[in-house]
């Protein structure tokens, strides 16, 4: 496929270049992440002030990061565009606006490192301002992020680190409300969104791109181990973290009630196993794309089930 040429599109259109490059759809979702975590540590709502500025330090961590991963992964997507076509699945959530832009020849590389700068430079004054631990926390999530990206040739295990950096955002946010946090309470919280990266994004993530990765010699699970074999991961990993979900319940300083534990079983049954299932009897990209997006909005389910639970 022939990359497309730099048109520099002005306005809007130009602004959804960079919201791509975020994968901003996806980012707003996982903020939900964060909110959950420091929710059922706290056992309430924080200040008006911890809610505005840790909102705008989330949002502005995900968009650097996710912009991370396109600028490391710069050479490799263009070449993968340029082999392979680079085709998306329809329906991609993270492909809502285009993917890869700068790779795409839509906008220009220093302009995609300068909004990766910008945004990290934002994040570093609002989590300094919540708490330095969590300054400490978003830059070691974007090396280790980088190192993922380093690591496509060389380990499928790289899959470990994808579920570190997801984590950092949620267990930030508890450090951000408390500077004193319960380590088991860590440690579950950690588990349950590591299991529903691995299970829910990752594996899946992989398995749409399947075939571009095999041809550009890319280590991941799906190109370990076989559709058969990453099914059993996936499908493993989605229920550890929904039974992480349910051990909240007895970990969590909040008072959550039976309703939680209703809504956590309902919500791991309907985002993350069922279409796991569906991809068991089907494998497909189509299949696994599926549950990539359903899987995308679990943290969100959960959050709005924390709230509705009627004890925070």
């Not at 496929?1 to 730099?6: A, D, Q």
């Not at 300068?114 to 989590?127: D, E, K, Q, R, V």
């Amino acid at each position: 496929m022939k990359t497309p040429s730099l048109e520099n599109p002005a306005g809007l259109s130009r602004l959804k270049l960079f919201l791509a490059l975020s994968r901003t759809p996806h980012g707003l979702l996982d903020i939900a992440a964060p909110a959950l975590g420091a929710l059922l540590w706290l056992g309430k709502i924080p200040s008006a002030e911890v809610v505005v500025l840790g909102l705008l330090t989330a949002f502005s961590g995900y968009t650097a990061v996710y912009a991370l991963n396109d600028v490391v992964d710069f050479r490799v997507d263009r070449k993968k565009i340029r082999e392979t076509g680079g085709q998306t699945p329809a329906g991609d959530l993270d492909a809502v606006f285009v993917r890869h832009p700068m790779a795409q020849g839509m906008m220009k590389y220093a302009e995609g490192i300068l909004w990766t700068i910008g945004w990290a430079s934002l994040t570093i004054l609002g989590s300094y301002l919540l708490n330095p631990v969590c300054t400490a926390i978003f830059l070691s999530a974007c090396l280790l992020e980088t190192i993922y990206c380093l690591l496509l040739r060389v380990t499928h295990l790289r899959g470990i680190i994808s579920g570190i950096v997801k984590n950092s955002g949620g267990i930030a946010a508890v450090f951000a409300v408390d500077p004193n946090p319960s380590p088991a309470f860590l440690a579950v919280l950690f588990l349950w969104f590591f299991f529903w990266e691995i299970g829910g994004q990752n594996v899946p993530n992989d398995w749409i791109d399947l075939e571009e990765d095999q041809r550009m010699q890319a280590k991941t699970l799906p190109v370990r181990f076989g559709s058969g074999r990453s099914i059993g991961i996936l499908y493993g990993s989605l229920i550890l973290s929904m039974i992480m979900s349910l051990t909240m319940f007895w970990i969590s300083p909040a008072r959550l009630s039976i309703p939680y534990l209703i809504g956590a079983v309902s919500c791991g049954l309907f985002f993350l196993l069922a279409p796991a299932h569906r991809l068991f009897k089907s494998p497909s990209g189509a299949e696994a794309s599926a549950l990539f997006n359903r899987a995308s909005y679990y943290p969100l389910a959960m959050l709005i089930v924390t709230l509705l639970s009627g004890t925070i």
